[in-house]
């Protein structure tokens, strides 16, 4: 069974430039985190999909982030325009259900100059 | 809101000894759930233990086990017999038992990276 697939490992763009990151979860899981840990911080939760549907988008930063997850399969994490501080690296995880174990993406790692 | 403190940035280990990794959490809820998830390099994060709240017993895996001190919210990770592949960063978390649809994500500390001796 194919794990949590996340792509591109890595990403370097220019500042105000747009990059769309995606995640391929695990086949039959639900749900889906977006998290990000910025260098030297804590892993920060960003937003959680119940299939398609955005259960809880509480750690959103702000509205340069996009993440839309059709038919409930990929999902996909957009930031247009982007800014320095967005760099750090993207974790995605997925989950049959909420009270199930988590599994993690190898994490994108986004470096904005 | 909760909060998971790992204060060490980096520790080592000689290979076949004993290393105990410090968590610190903060909450006010009573049932919830503490994680050990561990990060190699370049590598996917992996689910290392599990510890649920409202059972005394302290989680143990194969070389890894808690100690879980609910009273003092701490949860340390003790690493026996270490081996070079325990070389990683290990990051502690913590997730709400409650409402489980609104309330599965998981909140982590900064992480510690271990390093391991040959």
């Known amino acids: 069974e194919a794990g949590v697939t996340q792509f591109p490992s890595h990403s370097v763009i220019e500042k105000g430039q747009t990059v769309t990151l995606r995640c391929d979860p695990i086949s039959g899981h639900d749900n889906l985190y977006w998290y990000r840990r910025v260098m030297g911080k804590e892993i920060k939760f960003l937003l959680h999909?119940?299939?398609?549907?955005?259960?809880?988008e509480s750690g959103m930063p702000n509205n340069r982030f996009l993440a839309e997850r059709t038919g409930g399969t990929y999902s996909t994490l957009k930031v247009q325009p982007a800014e320095l501080e967005d760099s750090g690296v993207y974790f995605c995880?997925?989950?049959?259900?909420?009270?199930?174990?988590?599994?993690f993406g190898q994490g994108t790692r986004l470096t904005v100059v | 809101a909760q909060t998971v403190t790992q204060s060490q940035p980096e520790m080592s280990v000689q290979e076949a000894e004993t290393v105990t990794l410090s968590c610190t959490y903060d909450t006010s809820e009573s049932d919830y759930y503490l994680f050990w998830y561990k990060q190699p390099p370049s590598r996917q994060m992996i689910l290392v233990i599990r510890?649920?709240?409202?059972?005394?017993q302290n989680a143990t895996e194969n070389r890894f086990s808690v100690n879980f001190q609910k009273a003092a919210k701490s949860f340390s990770l003790k690493i026996s017999d270490s081996q070079l592949g325990d070389a990683a960063m290990y990051f502690c978390?913590?997730?709400?038992?409650?409402?489980?649809?609104?309330?599965?994500?998981?909140?982590f500390g900064k992480g510690i990276t271990l390093s391991v001796r040959p």
């Open positions: 999909f119940v299939k398609e549907s955005k259960q809880d």
């Open positions: 978390a913590y997730r709400s038992a409650w409402d489980a649809g609104a309330n599965s994500k998981l909140t």
């Open positions: 510890q649920e709240a409202y059972k005394q």
């Open positions: 995880a997925s989950s049959r259900t909420e009270n199930t174990e988590a599994f």
